[in-house]
Protein backbone atom coordinates (compact mmCIF):
# COMPACT_ATOMS: atom_id res chain seq x y z
CA UNK A 1 0.00 0.00 0.00
CA UNK A 2 1.09 3.58 -1.00
CA UNK A 3 1.57 5.53 2.44
CA UNK A 4 1.91 8.74 0.70
CA UNK A 5 -1.51 9.19 -0.97
CA UNK A 6 -4.41 10.09 0.99
CA UNK A 7 -8.07 7.79 1.43
CA UNK A 8 -10.23 8.87 -1.50
CA UNK A 9 -13.28 7.78 -3.23
CA UNK A 10 -14.18 7.47 -6.74
CA UNK A 11 -15.54 11.23 -6.59
CA UNK A 12 -13.56 13.15 -4.30
CA UNK A 13 -10.12 12.54 -2.91
CA UNK A 14 -7.31 15.07 -1.22
CA UNK A 15 -3.67 15.54 -1.41
CA UNK A 16 -2.78 14.43 1.96
CA UNK A 17 -0.19 11.61 3.67
CA UNK A 18 -2.67 8.84 4.33
CA UNK A 19 -3.41 5.52 2.29
CA UNK A 20 -5.17 5.32 -0.81
CA UNK A 21 -8.05 2.99 0.90
CA UNK A 22 -10.45 3.37 -2.06
CA UNK A 23 -8.63 0.62 -4.95
CA UNK A 24 -7.76 -1.60 -1.78
CA UNK A 25 -11.54 -2.03 -0.50
CA UNK A 26 -13.69 -0.73 -2.95
CA UNK A 27 -17.92 -0.11 -2.33
CA UNK A 28 -18.42 -2.08 0.95
CA UNK A 29 -21.57 -4.79 0.15
CA UNK A 30 -24.07 -5.07 2.88
CA UNK A 31 -24.66 -8.63 4.45
CA UNK A 32 -28.30 -10.41 4.32
CA UNK A 33 -29.12 -9.30 7.91
CA UNK A 34 -27.72 -6.10 7.79
CA UNK A 35 -30.16 -2.50 8.82
CA UNK A 36 -29.58 -1.05 4.85
CA UNK A 37 -31.52 -1.96 1.59
CA UNK A 38 -29.16 -0.46 -0.70
CA UNK A 39 -26.43 -2.78 -1.72
CA UNK A 40 -24.01 -0.24 -1.58
CA UNK A 41 -23.42 1.70 1.35
CA UNK A 42 -22.55 5.54 0.53
CA UNK A 43 -20.58 7.40 3.44
CA UNK A 44 -20.09 11.29 3.66
CA UNK A 45 -17.47 12.33 6.12
CA UNK A 46 -17.68 15.97 6.40
CA UNK A 47 -14.13 16.47 8.32
CA UNK A 48 -11.83 18.43 6.66
CA UNK A 49 -8.33 17.57 6.07
CA UNK A 50 -6.95 20.07 8.58
CA UNK A 51 -4.43 19.68 11.35
CA UNK A 52 -6.95 17.74 13.14
CA UNK A 53 -7.66 15.21 11.10
CA UNK A 54 -4.97 12.66 11.66
CA UNK A 55 -5.96 12.74 15.02
CA UNK A 56 -9.29 11.52 13.97
CA UNK A 57 -8.71 9.26 11.34
CA UNK A 58 -5.62 7.71 11.60
CA UNK A 59 -5.03 4.89 8.69
CA UNK A 60 -6.26 2.00 10.80
CA UNK A 61 -9.83 4.11 11.28
CA UNK A 62 -9.92 5.21 7.39
CA UNK A 63 -9.35 1.55 6.48
CA UNK A 64 -11.94 0.30 8.93
CA UNK A 65 -14.74 2.96 7.36
CA UNK A 66 -13.50 2.12 3.71
CA UNK A 67 -14.25 -0.95 4.05
CA UNK A 68 -18.09 -0.35 5.21
CA UNK A 69 -18.75 1.38 2.35
CA UNK A 70 -17.76 3.95 -0.86
CA UNK A 71 -16.77 6.69 1.52
CA UNK A 72 -16.66 10.47 0.28
CA UNK A 73 -14.13 12.27 2.59
CA UNK A 74 -14.49 16.21 2.30
CA UNK A 75 -11.16 17.22 0.13
CA UNK A 76 -10.91 20.79 1.56
CA UNK A 77 -8.99 21.93 4.97
CA UNK A 78 -12.25 24.04 5.46
CA UNK A 79 -15.62 22.50 6.78
CA UNK A 80 -18.42 22.42 4.08
CA UNK A 81 -20.72 25.02 4.01
CA UNK A 82 -24.53 24.68 3.95
CA UNK A 83 -24.79 24.65 0.36
CA UNK A 84 -21.69 22.36 -0.33
CA UNK A 85 -23.07 19.91 2.55
CA UNK A 86 -26.53 20.03 0.46
CA UNK A 87 -25.01 18.58 -2.44
CA UNK A 88 -22.96 16.17 -1.01
CA UNK A 89 -25.57 14.84 1.16
CA UNK A 90 -27.62 13.72 -2.16
CA UNK A 91 -27.42 9.90 -2.82
CA UNK A 92 -25.92 9.63 0.80
CA UNK A 93 -26.37 6.43 3.41
CA UNK A 94 -24.59 7.62 6.42
CA UNK A 95 -22.62 10.91 7.49
CA UNK A 96 -19.42 11.14 9.89
CA UNK A 97 -20.06 15.03 11.08
CA UNK A 98 -17.32 16.96 13.13
CA UNK A 99 -17.54 20.31 14.66
CA UNK A 100 -18.61 23.76 12.77
CA UNK A 101 -20.34 21.08 10.40
CA UNK A 102 -23.91 23.15 9.09
CA UNK A 103 -26.99 22.08 11.30
CA UNK A 104 -29.29 19.49 9.35
CA UNK A 105 -31.93 21.69 9.72
CA UNK A 106 -35.03 21.30 8.08
CA UNK A 107 -33.54 23.04 4.52
CA UNK A 108 -30.62 20.56 4.47
CA UNK A 109 -33.09 17.24 6.13
CA UNK A 110 -34.95 18.02 2.08
CA UNK A 111 -31.86 17.11 0.36
CA UNK A 112 -30.67 14.31 2.35
CA UNK A 113 -32.90 11.44 0.28
CA UNK A 114 -31.29 8.80 1.69
CA UNK A 115 -29.79 9.13 4.82
CA UNK A 116 -30.44 6.93 7.73
CA UNK A 117 -27.89 8.09 10.24
CA UNK A 118 -25.51 11.06 11.49
CA UNK A 119 -22.79 9.90 13.64
CA UNK A 120 -20.78 12.88 14.92
CA UNK A 121 -17.71 12.81 15.84
CA UNK A 122 -17.94 15.01 18.76
CA UNK A 123 -20.25 15.48 22.39
CA UNK A 124 -23.00 17.78 21.75
CA UNK A 125 -25.19 17.48 18.59
CA UNK A 126 -27.23 20.31 19.46
CA UNK A 127 -25.85 22.37 16.67
CA UNK A 128 -25.60 19.61 14.25
CA UNK A 129 -29.00 17.41 14.82
CA UNK A 130 -32.51 19.55 14.12
CA UNK A 131 -36.08 18.45 15.41
CA UNK A 132 -36.39 18.11 11.44
CA UNK A 133 -34.14 15.47 11.18
CA UNK A 134 -35.22 13.55 14.15
CA UNK A 135 -39.00 13.66 13.02
CA UNK A 136 -37.66 12.32 9.37
CA UNK A 137 -36.54 9.12 11.83
CA UNK A 138 -32.81 9.63 10.58
CA UNK A 139 -30.77 8.34 13.54
CA UNK A 140 -28.32 10.73 15.84
CA UNK A 141 -25.30 9.17 17.95
CA UNK A 142 -22.29 11.15 19.02
CA UNK A 143 -19.29 10.81 20.98
CA UNK A 144 -20.81 12.10 23.71
CA UNK A 145 -20.33 9.75 26.41
CA UNK A 146 -17.01 8.56 25.27
CA UNK A 147 -15.48 12.63 25.60
CA UNK A 148 -17.49 12.89 29.01
CA UNK A 149 -15.22 9.88 30.21
CA UNK A 150 -11.80 11.97 29.10
CA UNK A 151 -13.44 15.34 30.49
CA UNK A 152 -14.19 13.47 34.09
CA UNK A 153 -10.87 12.39 33.94
CA UNK A 154 -9.31 15.55 33.15
CA UNK A 155 -12.03 17.70 35.60
CA UNK A 156 -10.83 14.88 38.58
CA UNK A 157 -7.12 16.05 38.51
CA UNK A 158 -8.02 19.74 38.34
CA UNK A 159 -9.81 19.14 41.70
CA UNK A 160 -6.42 17.24 42.83
CA UNK A 161 -4.31 20.19 41.58
CA UNK A 162 -6.36 22.55 42.69
CA UNK A 163 -6.51 21.37 46.26
CA UNK A 164 -3.10 20.71 46.45
CA UNK A 165 -1.93 23.72 45.11
CA UNK A 166 -0.24 22.13 42.57
CA UNK A 167 0.78 25.12 40.73
CA UNK A 168 2.15 27.44 43.34
CA UNK A 169 4.39 24.68 44.79
CA UNK A 170 5.82 24.05 41.07
CA UNK A 171 6.54 28.02 40.62
CA UNK A 172 8.25 28.58 43.71
CA UNK A 173 10.56 25.36 43.36
CA UNK A 174 11.14 26.73 40.01
CA UNK A 175 12.81 30.30 41.55
CA UNK A 176 15.70 30.58 43.68
CA UNK A 177 15.94 29.80 46.23
CA UNK A 178 12.29 28.71 47.09
CA UNK A 179 11.22 25.94 49.41
CA UNK A 180 7.64 26.90 49.81
CA UNK A 181 6.35 24.26 52.68
CA UNK A 182 2.46 26.24 53.60
CA UNK A 183 0.56 22.95 54.74
CA UNK A 184 -2.50 25.12 54.73
CA UNK A 185 -1.85 25.17 51.04
CA UNK A 186 -2.08 21.69 50.57
CA UNK A 187 -5.65 19.76 50.96
CA UNK A 188 -7.42 15.93 50.32
CA UNK A 189 -10.15 15.31 48.27
CA UNK A 190 -10.83 12.54 50.63
CA UNK A 191 -13.87 13.12 52.55
CA UNK A 192 -14.27 16.66 50.92
CA UNK A 193 -18.19 17.84 49.82
CA UNK A 194 -18.39 18.39 46.07
CA UNK A 195 -21.70 20.05 44.24
CA UNK A 196 -22.12 19.76 40.85
CA UNK A 197 -24.17 22.31 38.85
CA UNK A 198 -25.62 20.21 36.77
CA UNK A 199 -25.09 16.51 36.08
CA UNK A 200 -25.57 15.45 32.36
CA UNK A 201 -23.07 12.57 31.13
CA UNK A 202 -19.55 13.89 31.95
CA UNK A 203 -21.32 14.76 36.01
CA UNK A 204 -22.28 10.44 35.48
CA UNK A 205 -18.37 10.10 34.73
CA UNK A 206 -17.08 11.84 36.95
CA UNK A 207 -19.58 10.72 39.73
CA UNK A 208 -18.12 6.63 38.93
CA UNK A 209 -13.81 8.29 39.45
CA UNK A 210 -15.15 9.96 42.58
CA UNK A 211 -16.40 6.44 44.53
CA UNK A 212 -12.76 6.28 46.08
CA UNK A 213 -12.56 9.18 47.88
CA UNK A 214 -14.86 8.87 50.18
CA UNK A 215 -16.72 12.21 49.21
CA UNK A 216 -20.04 13.35 49.68
CA UNK A 217 -21.53 15.08 46.42
CA UNK A 218 -24.32 17.04 46.64
CA UNK A 219 -26.18 17.59 42.60
CA UNK A 220 -27.97 20.21 41.56
CA UNK A 221 -29.84 19.64 38.59
CA UNK A 222 -33.51 20.48 37.77
CA UNK A 223 -34.11 18.07 34.57
CA UNK A 224 -33.36 14.94 36.55
CA UNK A 225 -34.90 12.72 39.34
CA UNK A 226 -33.57 11.50 42.49
CA UNK A 227 -33.91 8.44 40.87
CA UNK A 228 -30.72 8.69 38.71
CA UNK A 229 -28.03 8.96 41.56
CA UNK A 230 -29.20 5.38 43.29
CA UNK A 231 -26.10 3.91 41.60
CA UNK A 232 -24.15 6.37 43.76
CA UNK A 233 -25.35 6.48 47.49
CA UNK A 234 -22.86 9.28 47.97
CA UNK A 235 -24.75 11.84 45.86
CA UNK A 236 -27.75 13.37 46.81
CA UNK A 237 -29.79 15.74 44.94
CA UNK A 238 -30.52 19.16 46.53
CA UNK A 239 -31.57 22.85 45.42
CA UNK A 240 -29.21 25.79 44.11
CA UNK A 241 -28.66 26.88 47.58
CA UNK A 242 -27.81 24.33 49.47
CA UNK A 243 -25.02 23.19 46.67
CA UNK A 244 -23.18 25.84 46.55
CA UNK A 245 -22.98 26.85 50.39
CA UNK A 246 -22.19 23.24 51.44
CA UNK A 247 -19.68 22.50 48.51
CA UNK A 248 -15.48 22.38 49.51
CA UNK A 249 -15.27 21.97 45.51
CA UNK A 250 -17.60 23.17 42.71
CA UNK A 251 -18.08 21.61 39.36
CA UNK A 252 -19.98 22.96 36.66
CA UNK A 253 -21.68 20.28 34.53
CA UNK A 254 -24.43 22.36 32.91
CA UNK A 255 -25.25 22.59 29.27
CA UNK A 256 -24.92 25.91 27.79
CA UNK A 257 -28.50 27.37 26.96
CA UNK A 258 -30.56 30.41 26.88
CA UNK A 259 -31.61 29.13 30.71
CA UNK A 260 -28.37 28.84 31.74
CA UNK A 261 -26.34 31.73 30.94
CA UNK A 262 -24.82 33.62 33.87
CA UNK A 263 -26.23 31.64 35.74
CA UNK A 264 -23.38 31.27 38.05
CA UNK A 265 -23.47 35.18 38.52
CA UNK A 266 -22.48 37.87 41.70
CA UNK A 267 -25.11 36.56 43.65
CA UNK A 268 -24.44 32.86 43.56
CA UNK A 269 -20.63 33.41 43.61
CA UNK A 270 -20.78 35.48 46.77
CA UNK A 271 -22.60 32.14 48.48
CA UNK A 272 -19.43 30.13 48.02
CA UNK A 273 -17.33 28.66 51.20
CA UNK A 274 -14.28 30.84 52.04
CA UNK A 275 -11.78 28.38 50.76
CA UNK A 276 -13.72 26.64 48.64
CA UNK A 277 -12.51 25.39 44.89
CA UNK A 278 -14.51 26.19 41.53
CA UNK A 279 -13.77 24.02 38.64
CA UNK A 280 -15.73 25.00 35.22
CA UNK A 281 -14.52 22.70 32.29
CA UNK A 282 -18.03 23.28 30.76
CA UNK A 283 -18.85 26.27 28.95
CA UNK A 284 -17.60 29.93 30.56
CA UNK A 285 -20.66 31.40 29.99
CA UNK A 286 -22.31 29.56 32.62
CA UNK A 287 -20.44 31.95 34.74
CA UNK A 288 -20.48 35.38 34.83
CA UNK A 289 -16.65 36.24 34.31
CA UNK A 290 -16.46 39.84 35.62
CA UNK A 291 -18.05 38.02 38.67
CA UNK A 292 -15.61 35.70 38.83
CA UNK A 293 -12.70 37.74 38.46
CA UNK A 294 -14.37 39.85 41.68
CA UNK A 295 -14.33 37.02 43.84
CA UNK A 296 -10.53 36.22 42.37
CA UNK A 297 -9.01 39.38 43.38
CA UNK A 298 -10.65 39.11 46.99
CA UNK A 299 -8.54 36.03 47.19
CA UNK A 300 -11.87 34.51 49.00
CA UNK A 301 -12.05 30.97 47.01
CA UNK A 302 -9.51 29.34 43.76
CA UNK A 303 -10.31 28.05 40.77
CA UNK A 304 -9.78 26.21 37.97
CA UNK A 305 -11.19 26.96 34.11
CA UNK A 306 -10.61 25.22 31.13
CA UNK A 307 -13.16 27.42 29.22
CA UNK A 308 -14.28 30.85 29.12
CA UNK A 309 -16.61 33.56 27.55
CA UNK A 310 -14.09 34.38 24.67
CA UNK A 311 -11.77 31.91 23.43
CA UNK A 312 -8.92 32.24 23.11
CA UNK A 313 -8.60 33.72 26.51
CA UNK A 314 -7.73 37.68 25.52
CA UNK A 315 -4.52 38.43 25.81
CA UNK A 316 -4.91 41.54 28.53
CA UNK A 317 -7.85 39.28 30.63
CA UNK A 318 -7.24 40.19 34.56
CA UNK A 319 -7.19 36.12 34.88
CA UNK A 320 -3.96 36.09 33.47
CA UNK A 321 -2.38 37.49 36.32
CA UNK A 322 -4.25 36.18 38.83
CA UNK A 323 -2.18 33.39 41.13
CA UNK A 324 -5.17 31.87 42.49
CA UNK A 325 -6.59 29.93 39.35
CA UNK A 326 -5.22 27.53 37.38
CA UNK A 327 -6.11 28.16 33.53
CA UNK A 328 -5.77 25.27 30.80
CA UNK A 329 -6.70 26.08 27.26
CA UNK A 330 -10.17 24.03 26.47
CA UNK A 331 -8.08 20.99 26.72
CA UNK A 332 -10.02 18.67 28.80
CA UNK A 333 -11.69 16.55 26.04
CA UNK A 334 -8.65 16.74 23.66
CA UNK A 335 -7.71 12.80 24.28
CA UNK A 336 -11.21 11.79 23.22
CA UNK A 337 -10.44 12.67 19.84
CA UNK A 338 -9.21 9.64 18.61
CA UNK A 339 -11.22 7.40 20.49
CA UNK A 340 -14.67 8.98 19.26
CA UNK A 341 -13.70 8.96 15.90
CA UNK A 342 -13.26 4.74 16.63
CA UNK A 343 -16.59 4.96 18.72
CA UNK A 344 -18.57 6.21 15.45
CA UNK A 345 -16.83 3.99 13.29
CA UNK A 346 -17.80 1.34 15.45
CA UNK A 347 -21.16 2.70 15.08
CA UNK A 348 -21.26 2.39 11.38
CA UNK A 349 -20.34 -0.94 11.58
CA UNK A 350 -23.05 -2.07 13.69
CA UNK A 351 -25.88 0.42 11.98
CA UNK A 352 -25.14 -1.22 8.70
CA UNK A 353 -25.09 -4.81 10.29
CA UNK A 354 -28.09 -4.25 11.74
CA UNK A 355 -26.89 -4.50 15.56
CA UNK A 356 -28.00 -2.03 18.21
CA UNK A 357 -26.27 1.47 18.61
CA UNK A 358 -24.24 2.22 21.90
CA UNK A 359 -23.86 5.65 21.30
CA UNK A 360 -27.42 6.75 20.23
CA UNK A 361 -28.68 10.23 20.97
CA UNK A 362 -32.30 10.21 21.83
CA UNK A 363 -34.59 13.27 20.67
CA UNK A 364 -34.89 14.01 24.52
CA UNK A 365 -31.16 13.89 25.16
CA UNK A 366 -30.73 16.09 22.27
CA UNK A 367 -33.14 19.15 23.23
CA UNK A 368 -31.20 19.42 26.37
CA UNK A 369 -27.56 19.40 24.78
CA UNK A 370 -24.97 22.57 24.89
CA UNK A 371 -25.92 25.03 22.12
Not at 325 to 352: D, Q, Y
Request: aromatic share 8%.
Amino acid sequence: MDQNKPPGSSTRGFQGTLSEFGSRFGPGSISKEGSMEQDTVKILVTLPRDRFFDRFFPVRQAERLEACGAVTWNPSSEQFSADELAGALAGTDLCLTGWHVPCVDHDLVQHADRLRLVAHVGGTVATVASESLYARGIRVCSGNAVMARVVAEAILGYFLGGLRDLVTFDRNLHQEPGWLRDIERCRSLFGKTVGFVGLGTVGRALLELLRPFGVTVKVYDPYVDGGVLQAWPYANQVDLEECLRSSDVLSIHAARTDETRNLMNAERLSLLKDGALLVNAARGAIIDEDALVAELESERFSAVLDVYVHEPLPDDSPLRRMHNVILTPHIAGVPSHPLMAEAMVGEVERFISGKDLRYEIPVEQFRLMTR
